[in-house]
């Protein structure tokens, strides 16, 4: 008797919950359905006299439920999925030393891809090591779009987990005055690829990396 008061106590919690999620209107309609394929069964049985035959209807609706319980379930488990904020963006955290971010910061400020007027080295250097909580500090481009992702796409290289998204996620890119989308640089990019000429410029920049 224990395990039976269990076993319904189990299973009334477990509907509670359920209900609980906004599936009452789920439930409602199974009845509605389940009481208009009950009387077709009924009606089945009452002009033929066959079992078997008024047994078609509660089949097909035990299958209907079946579906959509499964659908439903998959629906609930998208919302989730994107209704839950992922883990917050605490800072980018490279592992770059000040020395490294200096020979970057320079070159990207000589040919006039970051605006220097706008993102001072010490900007830069929040942005990229610190955590976003410890400065106001932000990164102004000026460069082109396409040319602003493949200059993004080299700093993934060395941090594992970065995606453009992230950068954007960040709200401290800008492009010319505007926060960036990671959306909006991948399709100017292919559809505007800088050229190889700029790439192998940007590729000098962080080359000398590779030797250390």
């Known amino acids: 008797m224990v395990a039976l008061y269990d076993k319904k106590a189990k299973v009334n919690e477990d509907y509670t919950s359920f209900v609980k999620r906004g599936n009452n209107s789920f439930i409602l309609s199974i009845i509605l359905f389940g009481i208009m394929f009950i009387y077709m069964a009924v009606d089945l049985y009452r002009d033929y006299g066959k079992f078997w035959l008024a047994l078609v209807p509660v089949v097909f609706f035990v299958i209907v439920v079946f579906i959509s319980s499964i659908m439903n379930a998959y629906r609930v488990k998208l919302r ?43 900007d830069f250097y929040n942005v990229l090591i610190l955590d976003f909580d410890e400065h106001e500090s932000a990164l102004y481009f000026k460069c082109t779009v ?7 796409e080299k700093f993934k290289q060395f941090k594992q987990g970065l995606r453009l998204k992230t950068f954007e996620k960040s709200a401290k890119v800008y492009h010319k005055g ?19 000429e700029f790439e192998k410029l940007i590729d000098s920049f962080f080359a000398f990396l590779g030797d250390n």
């Open 80 to 122: 989730n999925r994107y209704r839950n904020p992922s883990m917050k963006l605490v800072g980018f955290n490279m592992d770059f030393n000040e020395r490294i971010l200096r020979r970057i910061y320079g070159s990207l400020t000589k040919y006039e891809f970051l605006d220097e007027d706008l993102t001072s080295f010490t």
């Open 146 to 152: 396409p040319q602003l992702k493949y200059i993004l």
């Open 178 to 196: 505007n926060l960036i989308s990671s959306r909006t640089l991948s399709k100017k990019y292919s559809d505007y690829p800088p050229g190889r």
